[in-house]
Nanobody, 118 residues
């Protein structure tokens, strides 16, 4: 499975960005699509996930109500709509395929930088 993330950039606090992860290769219904992020000097952390089996979604508390993860089966992409962005959302964002929510990673995409200015 190969993943290609795009859509990062520079935005002012309160603004929005939409990240997209293009997926190629064989996926199974049991696989879970995730977004992670890593801020400078911090460990990579889980942000959001969506199950391929039933589209159930999961979010870390700090992004609930602001971020939305979704799948586009026709385009074979997983998107992360980020609204009401805060400076603390600044990080490199990664998409990943996992066997469990936020863990047991099968494949990582390359990161895309998101910078939120105050």
């Amino acid at each position: 499975v190969q993943l290609q993330a795009s859509g990062g950039g520079l935005v002012q606090a309160g603004g929005s960005l939409r990240l997209s992860c293009a997926i190629s290769g064989r996926l199974y219904s049991s696989h879970i699509m995730n977004w992670f992020r890593q801020a400078p000097g911090k460990e990579r952390e889980f942000v959001a996930a969506i199950r391929r089996s039933n589209d159930r979604t999961y979010y870390t508390d700090s992004v609930k109500g602001r971020f939305t993860i979704s799948r586009d089966n026709a385009k074979n992409t997983v998107d992360l709509q980020m609204n009401s962005l805060k400076p603390e959302d600044t990080a490199v964002y990664y998409c990943a395929v996992t066997r469990n929510i936020g863990t047991d990673v099968i494949s990582w995409g390359q990161g895309t930088q998101v910078t939120v200015s105050s």
